[in-house]
């Protein structure tokens, strides 16, 4: 009886709180009506993959403006069953436009920012330029939706490797407290863009020919070779790309002071990133909760077949929406904590379906 | 003058010890004259390299015996400008042979172990079969070079990984006790043999071509792509290559109860593996304290520049007989611990270095 005395007492709070909400968030949130979409940097592996889901997802859009710089300019793209023309970017691209994606890199983002915002537009970033910024929100739709609402124009869009890894701490952190997390990556060429991909294979296929070539794209030749990721090193002798990974983990999970160390590689694969991750939590967990629980969480698969030794492989997750988990077992230095392995699509969940799943959250009233 | 005197005590002492492991041990190494040598398994990777080995570093042969399943039987090889010719391996193969170095897997060598024995040969044995057997030593010559003079005519050459990681170990633990070892591996298709090298470059082709192929070898394609490592299964949910590495480190280091953890992948590199190793330590050990001691130990070079972003490479030992370590840093979830980089060629320091650095140990009295 007392029970379902509080129990009502609690739904009746948190409906008020979720009114509250909605009230508050309505400014927040995108006009009621097909909307002016801009993709900045459309060409790239990111755009081009955007522009994809967007109409996979039947993003409600009445004008697409594909934009890029001069480089790219008058390229075509079907989309719809329609043919765009690239254009150009320039002060008047973003006119009455209602959402952007930006995915051209962080100084063109900063450069086109306050254009966009005198347009009342909402920027959706998928550069590191604001990804810090206590301003603005880093959202994974499946572990922080409500972060959006709290945006002032901009939103930004996680590294590739932060959204994968954070898809499976959020869920692991209701369990039991997270102490410490230890990860390797194992970071495909698409995370340098569309011609680091185009040098891979074309490095690969000159080495098999017995002609190694320079490369010109990456530092170092990505055929049959792997380097730790060449992203420009921090004074305490971590990589930028490893820092995003501590920093933006712990924004995103709302906890300033969680203990994450990385090591960031970039091996020889084309799309899909993979990451070895170590747990520590504050009592034991049992790999079989891990696991229950990471399946009923939104946006993984779990891939764990230990009689046939099957687990994921970059090529199971390539275009796929959802990232693979497999292998949680109980660390055998440790008995608190837990190893596992996973594997993401990274221009997709790591990057273009992320930004596009943010965006949804704003046509909230689109469903009403 | 203290110090002198004890010193010279020290030195007296110690002295006394050596010569008592040198008329202990008399017996246990290899006849002062030239040798004959038996190579079973010798069209592999580890046999071939290992010939090549024994060749640059002029080993004492008065008689090699290149000898293989009836398979590869009759294949002929240059070696010290003299073609020989691999013999199938038979009962008579082993007659008056002083010294044996098998890697033909782990059947093959249990398979002919008594035979080998009968003739009073010594077995340096590249397989697993007796790797954790006590009356057995496991030997990385850099690391525990007296463990050789207790065999019993047999003596194990570690697992690749496991060679590689003690490598770095054993220097660290001399500056402060080791607590626990996290490490995720980036293993070549070397590991698994020549025909998974020749598989890993075939498939790759045929993915360049828009044709994928299935594999044979391996049991998935390593094409652009990359699986956690395919030996068995174990009960704990831990593949026999990460227990292996677990169980074989700690005997090397003679530290049955160090807290060890490990991940093992394999990537498409041909015969090179990476580690990303995280080690804990009783104390905090400042980067460039490793740094140091690392420089000074055998069998490992250091590639670190942090201004040119530069560290080790699988492409960087390829074929080398020194590991490379670098990127040795504090990591950021634990100050006692330190995050580090290695690479070394699985087949050389891996395997067929490793085994003709042990039998240089048994050649002692040949330098006196």
Redesign the interface.
Known sequence: MKVIFFDKVKKHIFNKFHTFLTILNKSSLLPKRSLRVAVLGSSGAVGSELIKILEERNFPISELILLSSSRSAGKKIIWNHKEYSIKEVNEKSFENVDLVFASAGGSISKKWLSTIQDQNSILIDNSSAFRLDENVPLVVPEVNPNAVFTHNGIISNPNCTTILLSLVLAPLSSIAQIK???V?T?QSASGAGQLAMEE??LL??QS?QGNPQKPKIL???LA?????H?S??QL????EEEMKM?NETRKILNNPSL???A?C?R????RSH?E?V?IEFSKAIK?HEAILKLKESQGIDIIED??A?R?P???DVKEKDNIAVG?V??????PN?L?L?LCGDQIRKGAALNAVQIAEILLQNHHE
């Open positions: 410490r997390i230890i390797s194992y891979l294979k690969t296929s098999l530092p170092y030749s049959f070779n792997l380097f730790l060449n420009p090193m305490n002798n971590y990589c501590i203990k994450l160390t090591t590689v091996v020889p694969i084309l993979s070895s170590n790999p230990y009689q030794n687990f492989m970059p090529e292998r077992r109980t660390d055998l230095s440790n904590a190893e392995w």
